[in-house]
């Protein structure tokens, strides 16, 4: 479809901030992925609604990204439309002990936000490099806690355009999902987190300490997309690939970190197909010695780059 064709109907429905052929690695934190056909970046929730009706004009496939994290994108980028909410869809309200957060939102800015006004429940978000709405999607969580644990209700776009208010038992949480993981036409627009009244100071105190772990057992200052696996019941991801004897094995420039087994980082000019590499290497290796079949945690989108 031709550019100006596909631009001028995103147009006529209100969306100004749309770009064709745009390079997502920038858009990821893994900084690894080709490009998007046509990439969204709507600043409120009209100009949201129009990109989806946009899409569902032109036929169009759509796929809703937020800071990138827990997501690999192929070296052959993605057909469609890729909508990317993110700084300007992010604004924060806070009336009494209930927060309430727009989609694009840092839901580790959305934490240290709920500290700074003495509410507790959010504290694990801080260490949790997503956005509100893939935090719903994924059911996100660290230290024992979730994001089902202290969620109202979302807000959720669906196919029309149409906005309408989930409850926690309509989003059908569990492990690392949510109805919206399930279905791709419904899209998180907000958030509502109820809270209950904390001490700031231990609230920092926990957060300094969970920060403090991470560092020294996660490869932070290198490009990744947090843990790769889910932790099988009983154990963990990352003792299993270690034990295998895949910790620090090399492809290209991604690499299964020397610091946690469950990362593959990226060193420099990494591309999907040698994470996608590293990543079926540790399935079967860890199948063939343990018995194990290792799920995968992060989201894989977008075709190889043949698929071009």
């Known amino acids: 479809m031709q550019a100006n064709i596909t631009q001028s109907t995103f147009a006529n429905y209100g969306v100004t901030h749309i770009t064709v052929d745009e390079p997502l690695a920038p858009h990821t934190t893994w900084r690894i992925g080709g490009p998007a056909d046509v990439f969204v970046v709507p600043h409120s929730v009209d100009e949201l609604r129009g990109a989806v009706l946009a899409a569902n004009q032109l036929g169009l496939p759509r796929l809703i990204i937020g800071k990138g994290s827990n997501l690999l994108v192929q070296d052959g980028g993605i057909r469609g439309v890729v909508i990317k909410l993110g700084d300007k869809f992010s604004e924060v309200t806070i009336e009494g002990t209930e927060l309430v957060a727009m989609a694009g939102k840092s839901y580790i800015s959305v934490g240290n936000i709920a500290i700074k006004n003495n509410l507790q429940g959010l504290e694990f978000a801080t260490g949790i490099p997503g956005s509100v709405g893939g935090a719903v999607m994924m059911n996100a969580g660290a230290h024992g806690s979730e994001t089902k644990d202290v969620l109202?209700?979302?807000?959720?776009?669906?196919?029309?355009?149409?906005?309408?208010?989930?409850?926690?038992?309509?989003?059908?949480?569990?492990?690392?999902?949510?109805?919206?993981?399930?279905?791709p036409t419904l899209i998180a627009v907000a958030a509502g987190f109820v809270l209950r009244p904390g001490d700031q100071e231990e609230m920092m105190k926990r957060r300094t300490g969970w920060t403090l772990r991470r560092s020294s057992t996660q490869p932070l200052s290198k490009p990744n997309c947090g843990s790769v696996f889910r932790n099988p019941v009983g154990t963990h991801a990352g003792y299993l690939i270690e034990s295998a004897g895949l910790k620090g094995l090399r492809r290209g420039d991604a690499q299964i970190s020397p610091k946690h087994a469950n990362f593959i980082v990226n060193l420099g000019h990494a591309t999907a197909a040698d994470v996608l590499w590293l990543m079926h290497h540790a399935q079967e290796t860890v199948r063939a010695i343990y018995g194990i079949d290792l799920e995968t945690e992060v989201r894989i989108v977008g075709e190889p780059a043949s698929g071009r």
């Open 152 to 183: 109202a209700f979302a807000d959720v776009m669906d196919d029309s355009g149409e906005v309408r208010r989930f409850d926690k038992e309509a989003l059908q949480f569990g492990y690392r999902h949510s109805i919206l993981k399930d279905d």
